[in-house]
């Protein structure tokens, strides 16, 4: 008994292993290497936008090699730039992006589905960056859900349980980006997760349901109002076996 005791691990030594077990699990990134399928890429050198991008109420310009977001001063939504894909689950969004002014309040990535009709506008899934904070939302059980959205319009707006639900489906994480800078950003999305970096950096991961949505086919930069610019952006795809 005294040998078998000598070489048991006790409760303090297990402990600390599963711990870091587990942190290391839960701190794990999605493989670069995953998204092998090219999609769509453009780094904006040819002057004008390319046949297949599609805008809604833009004023952008692709201009010296950059496309630069414009909101027109009377437009009620922010410039949408945008490009349809074939259906996709799991996407990588990486662009490079540069805040030319206090006046950049920030941008979108959204990943969309324009076939969807269960949520306001095909909504999907939303990455907000400002110069701020990172915001990752799941926009198809979330705030864009039909009832959700419908109801927010209303007098009477959300009820308390509704309120309650939208807490669980987004998460922000502040941030501190230089105005005049290049930065990066990619975005990947994996099953209900998606996970946010700049420059190289981890930014934040958020799990719900809504992201998992299997026939992603669009997916675009918003400019909320001005002064944002962009340049290399890429989309690429999960291989499917």
Same mark, same amino acid.
């Given at each position: ?150 109801? *927010?319009?209303?007098? @009477? +707006?959300? &009820?308390?349980?509704? #309120?309650? =639900? ?6 922000? $994480?502040? /941030? ?28 934040? *991961?958020?799990?719900? @349901? +809504?992201? &998992?949505?299997?026939? #992603?086919? =669009? ?6 109002? $001005?002064? /944002? ?13």
């Amino acid at each position: 008994m005294a040998g078998s005791q000598r070489y048991a691990p006790s409760m303090k030594a297990i402990f600390p292993l599963l711990l870091l077990s587990l942190t290391a699990a839960a701190s794990a990134e999605i493989p670069a290497s995953y998204y092998n399928k090219a999609v769509f890429s453009d780094d904006f050198s040819s002057e004008g936008f390319g046949k297949r991008w599609s805008h809604y109420k833009s004023s952008s310009v692709v201009k010296d090699g950059v496309l630069t977001g414009i909101t027109a001063e009377t437009s009620d939504h922010p410039a949408v730039d945008a490009i349809v894909i074939e259906p996709e689950r799991d996407l990588e969004v990486s662009v490079k992006f540069k805040y030319v002014s206090d006046k950049a309040k920030g941008f979108n990535v959204w990943l969309d589905d324009k076939t969807y009709k269960g949520s306001h506008a095909g909504h999907i899934c939303s990455i907000v960056v400002n110069p701020t904070a990172v915001i990752i939302a799941d926009a198809k059980t979330g705030r864009f859900m039909n009832e959700i959205y419908e109801k *927010s319009k209303t007098p @009477e +707006g959300l &009820s308390a349980e509704q #309120k309650k =639900l939208l807490l669980t489906k987004s998460k922000t $994480v502040p /941030v501190k980006l230089t105005l005049q800078d290049w930065h990066t950003l990619v975005v990947r999305t994996k099953g209900d997760e998606v996970e946010v970096s700049i420059d190289s950096k981890p930014v934040g *991961s958020f799990q719900s @349901e +809504g992201i &998992s949505h299997d026939s #992603k086919t =669009l997916v675009s930069l918003t400019t909320n109002r $001005v002064d /944002v610019q962009y340049d290399d952006f890429s989309i690429k795809a999960a291989a499917k076996p």
